[in-house]
């Protein structure tokens, strides 16, 4: 038997977005939108952090979601900086992507019980968030090397490797207690002291 595939007839325009009136013209407007979008993520993070701390059992997880959170606040100075060093006005844009990493992560406390179970939701929700974060500001580093930013580009690149260092912490928590303890389905001695 054979199947007819009827094509569809397509025209050159098909499926092309049509820019925006404010639609990045050059590199440079590229960046500083980037820079825009990574603004609102890191200040929706600080919001979003102390929830997750908060529902966190595990003492090291705790520990290290605090510590991001600090480190987070020091990114957004960090950013106001280059704005700065660019001559841009440091203006937060939606950062869809982040909108929707933290509401996959709201999502995941619904979905678990308090105990390691839930901290094993949270690593993965939050390494899903540093990940995006670390592909980000490789991206910033780029786009500000090649605008010969030098200076944004070394700020940056420290950001950069701040996540590169939250995600390892994280990774480290999961594999020292967290997701051997959640394997048991045991939230009720998690002990922790290694
Ligand atoms: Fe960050
Ligand atoms: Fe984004
Ligand atoms: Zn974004
Ligand atoms: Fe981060």
């Not at 090291?60 to 510590?67: P, R, T, V, Y």
Request: proline residues 3%; hydrophobic residues 35%.
């Amino acid at each position: 038997m054979e199947k007819t595939i009827v094509k569809k007839e397509s025209s050159p325009t098909l499926g092309k977005v049509k820019p925006k009136s404010t639609a990045a013209h050059g590199l440079r407007e590229l960046f500083v939108d980037s820079l825009k979008d990574i603004y609102w993520a890191e200040k929706a993070l600080t919001k979003a952090l102390p929830k997750m701390e908060k529902n966190a059992t595990t003492p090291n997880l705790i520990k290290a979601i605090k510590d991001h959170l600090t480190v987070t606040e020091g990114q957004i100075t960090r950013l106001e900086e280059i704005f700065d060093l660019v001559g841009e006005k440091a203006v937060a844009k939606k950062c869809e992507a982040m909108d929707g990493l933290i509401k996959e992560g709201d999502e995941i406390l619904e979905g678990t019980e308090p105990g390691v179970v839930r901290d094993a939701g949270i690593i993965a929700a939050s390494q899903k968030i540093e990940h995006y974060e670390i592909a980000t500001y490789g991206t910033l580093v780029a786009f500000a090397s090649t605008l010969g930013e030098t200076e944004a580009a070394s700020l940056l690149e420290q950001t950069l490797n701040e996540e590169k260092e939250a995600d390892v912490t994280l990774t480290e928590a999961a594999y020292n207690t967290i997701n051997f303890d959640a394997l048991d389905g045991d939230d009720t001695d998690n002990d922790t002291e290694k």
